[in-house]
């Protein structure tokens, strides 16, 4: 850094562009963000998601289990926190990435934090997007456009 805080800047500027500047700074410690700005951000959505990496190839039949307890497990959550979604994703990862990755997202046709829904659009979701014959390692779940719940 020290270096990089005392080499000609319009050599940096020639060098990296605008980017030069995130150097410049970053090499004299300095931030244009305030704590302040930082403390009062506000996500303009929010989401609940959670992932694992089994422990050895999965079978279709096995990870869609898997998938079962991971959607219950983030929808007690949901529940317990008075929150309620209108959106799922699905990540699944194959064995050694032998083929690349899949999942999707879909959107709800109301907003909801009930098991039963939740579980039966996921599914769906996983049987659309999963190769049946491929070996899965990774499962993630993710439900989007968190809002608390309307009584």
Known sequence: MYDL????????????GVNAEFLIDHA???ENC?????????????SLSGSQILFEDYPYEKARLVLKEMVEVKSLELVKHNVTTDSISLYIGYSKDIIPASGGMSKLHTRTNTFTELLNSFLILFDKTTDKSAPIRRIGVSFNHIEKARI
């Open 28 to 30: 004299w410690g300095r």
């Open 34 to 46: 305030t704590i302040s700005a930082i403390k009062s951000y506000k996500p303009k959505s929010t």
């Open 5 to 16: 805080s005392h080499t000609n800047e319009k050599l940096l500027y020639k060098e990296f």
